[in-house]
């Protein structure tokens, strides 16, 4: 059983286009996080949720929505594409800090915009 | 932001060699933990450190947090082939986990 599913693991999209990335946990966590791998390989987060409620938005431009119908399901919504929005990016969950929990990741999805 | 500085960047050795890679802050972490990320895949928890001068051992790895819980190594003996891939230091905080700038290493057969 994938723990952490997010889908497409691929996306090619041309500039201007929106998309969104869709991510959902089986192992009953409250928090779940879009992270941004850049060319570098450093892992920026994006957003933190916190039982469906938005807890970090890290100067993440208004182009980026993260959407959370439900605890289980954290989806990232992107408007109006641009070239330097290519990257991989990953979902996590993990159970409320507490300085000893662990992250559990998704596969990524490999955005390109063209 | 807590930032955590890795060295080195990259690292490429001859399998059966040892190194050791290093993750450095100005800030003080409760804990700090260590993950692998292979190609095509999301970075995997290898060990958590909670304690200063803490040591923990993962078969050939060897984990260390400093005494200030400001500063962690992986020591790693006898590189094998399987060892390849980016090694992320992070430390976990409120509702995030700040991640280290990452060490991509390549262990040559």
């Known amino acids: 059983d994938t723990a952490v599913s997010q889908t497409p693991k691929y996306l090619v999209t041309q500039m201007g286009n929106d998309k969104s990335i869709k991510c959902e946990q089986n192992l009953g966590h409250d928090t779940m996080y879009w992270y941004k791998q850049d060319s570098k390989k450093f892992l920026k987060i994006m957003f933190s949720?916190?039982?469906?409620?938005?807890?970090i938005n890290e100067t993440v431009p208004n182009r980026f929505s993260p959407k959370s119908p439900d605890k289980a399901h954290l989806n990232l919504h992107i408007n109006s594409l641009e070239l330097g929005d290519s990257a991989v990016y990953f979902c996590?969950?993990?159970?409320?800090?507490?300085?000893?929990?662990?992250?559990?990741f998704g596969q990524g999805t490999r955005l390109t915009v063209v | 932001t807590q930032l955590l500085e890795q060295s080195p960047q990259f690292l490429s050795i001859q399998e059966g060699e040892n190194l050791t890679v290093y993750c450095n802050s100005s800030?003080?972490?409760?804990?700090l933990q260590w993950y692998r990320q292979e190609p095509g895949e999301g970075p995997v928890l290898l060990v958590t450190?909670?304690?200063?001068?803490e040591v923990k051992k993962l078969k050939r790895l060897t984990f260390q947090f400093g005494d200030a819980r400001k500063d962690s190594s992986l020591h790693i003996t006898a590189a094998q082939p399987g060892d390849t891939g980016l090694y992320l230091c992070?430390?976990?905080?409120?509702?995030?986990?700040?991640f280290g700038t990452g060490t991509s290493l390549t262990v040559i057969p």
């Open positions: 996590a969950s993990s159970r409320p800090g507490t300085g000893n929990t662990e992250a559990f």
């Open positions: 949720y916190n039982n469906k409620e938005l807890i």
């Open positions: 450190v909670v304690t200063g001068g």
């Open positions: 992070a430390g976990p905080e409120g509702n995030q986990f700040y």
């Open positions: 800030s003080v972490f409760s804990s």
